[in-house]
C-alpha cells in the first residue's frame, strides 16, 4: 500500500462524524446500512452525512451498493486491514514479544463474536 493511500484514510476518519460513521459501519458487517439510516442513527443532516460518505468512500474505507431506491453503505474491513498493516507492518523490528499485547487486544473482540455465534 502506497503511503499516499494511507494518509488519505487517516485524514478521512480524522474527524468525528466520520470516525462515527465508519465504527457504526463496522457494527453492522456484512449488511451494512442505508444512508439515510446512518444519518438518522447519528443525528447528522442528510446532506452533511451525504458529504462525510462521499470522503469515506474516496478514502476506500466504505464501500456502496445500490439496493432499489436505496444506498447501502459498507465499512470496507479489507482496506482497514491494509492501513493497519502499513502501519504495523515493520512493527517491534521482528521481536513477537513487542507485538504481541498489540494483538492480544485485538484477538478479544473477535473471539467474543465467534463464541456468540457458536
Excluded: W
Excluded at 45 to 51: D, F, L
Excluded at 80 to 92: A, H, K, N, S
Amino acid at each position: 500500500m502506497e503511503s499516499e493511500n494511507v494518509i488519505l484514510a487517516l485524514a478521512a476518519i480524522a474527524q468525528s462524524t466520520r470516525l462515527d460513521v465508519f465504527r457504526l459501519l463496522v457494527t453492522r458487517e456484512p449488511h451494512g446500512l442505508p444512508a439515510g439510516d446512518i444519518a438518522r442513527e447519528l443525528a447528522v443532516p442528510h446532506n452533511t452525512m451525504s458529504s462525510h460518505l462521499g470522503i469515506l468512500s474516496r478514502a476506500g474505507l466504505v464501500r456502496s451498493e445500490r439496493r432499489s431506491r436505496s444506498i447501502i453503505y459498507r465499512a470496507d474491513l479489507a482496506r482497514l486491514r491494509e492501513v493497519v498493516t502499513f502501519l504495523l507492518q515493520d512493527c517491534c523490528g521482528g521481536h513477537l514479544d513487542v507485538c504481541a499485547p498489540l494483538l492480544d487486544t485485538l484477538a478479544p473482540c473477535c473471539l467474543a463474536k465467534e463464541a456468540a455465534e457458536g
